[in-house]
């Protein structure tokens, strides 16, 4: 009988861990114009290994126009700035 509700409180916590990983990941402050398009186009998706935006992109055509500008912006990293420009080769 302990066995079984170590085992049930087991599963629950680790069903609770699972529901707080998806919600945070649902909740990404660069994630917020996408919130409703998550809802409804990736439920159960699993977030981990960007699984999420990965699912937006799928759905791209069908999300929301600010999470389709959202993904646009992901899309585009641009590189940091250098302080010390790179030497130029010596003269030969």
Known sequence: MKRIHFKLITISALLSAVAICAQASADRPYLKPCKTDVAKFCKGVDPANEGVIGCLKEHREEVSDSCK????????????????????PPAK
Do not use: I
């Not at 912006?73 to 420009?85: E, G, I």
């Open 69 to 88: 500008a959202r993904l646009a912006q992901l899309r585009v990293k641009p590189k940091p700035a250098t302080k010390n420009p790179p030497a130029a």
